[in-house]
C-alpha cells in the first residue's frame, strides 16, 4: 500500500482505537436498544411465538429442511460483550441457495453486498423476539435488478416461509 494511503488513514485508525478503548467505553452512555415501535424501510420482521434459542434453533432448522446452505451465525451480543458494549441479544444468521442468489449478482455485481441472505434475530428490551431481514423488493430496487422478476420472487417468498417457520407463526 502507498504510504500517502496510510498517512491519511491514520486519524481515523487513531479515532477508531480511541473510541474502543476501555476509557472511552467506560465514559460512553450505556446503550439502551429501544423496542422497535416500526422496522425501517424496506426490512421486514415478525416477532416471535418462541425463545430466542428456539428461534435460531427453528430458522437454522427450516433452512436446511429446505436444502439451503448454511454459511454462518454470529452473534453479535457476544461480540458486543467481548468489546465490554453490552447489547441485547442479537444472532445474525446468513445462508443462501447459490444456484438463486448467484443470479442477483449476474445481474449487478454490488448485490452481493445482500447475498447471501442474512436474517437477524434479536431480543428487544422487553424481551420481545423478532426475526429481520431485508425485502428482496428492497434488495432489487437498491441494486437496479430489473431482470429477475421471478427470482425475486421466489427469494421473497422462500425468506417469508424460514421466518414464519422460526416465528412459530
Known amino acids: 500500500m502507498p504510504t500517502h494511503y496510510l498517512t491519511r488513514a491514520l486519524p481515523w485508525i487513531a479515532a477508531a482505537l480511541a473510541l474502543a478503548s476501555p476509557a472511552a467505553q467506560a465514559a460512553a452512555p450505556a446503550a439502551s436498544a429501544p423496542a422497535p ?83 437477524l434475530v434479536f431480543e428487544d428490551a422487553e424481551h420481545r423476539v423478532w426475526v429481520s431481514w431485508t425485502s428482496f423488493d428492497t434488495i432489487a430496487a437498491r441494486y437496479g435488478i430489473t431482470d429477475r422478476a421471478a427470482q425475486i420472487q421466489m427469494a421473497g417468498s422462500v425468506a417469508a416461509s424460514i421466518a414464519a417457520a422460526a416465528a412459530g407463526k
Open 37 to 119: 415501535a416500526a422496522a425501517p424501510a424496506g426490512i421486514l420482521r415478525l416477532q416471535s411465538t418462541n425463545s430466542f434459542d428456539e428461534t435460531v434453533a427453528r430458522l437454522k432448522a427450516d433452512v436446511a429442511a429446505k436444502g439451503i446452505r448454511l454459511f454462518d451465525q454470529i452473534d453479535q451480543a457476544a461480540l458486543g460483550a467481548q468489546a465490554n458494549l453490552p447489547v441485547q441479544r442479537s444472532t445474525l444468521i446468513i445462508f443462501g441457495n447459490p444456484p438463486l442468489g448467484i443470479q442477483f449478482l449476474q445481474s449487478s455485481p454490488y448485490a452481493g453486498l445482500d447475498w447471501p441472505v442474512r436474517m
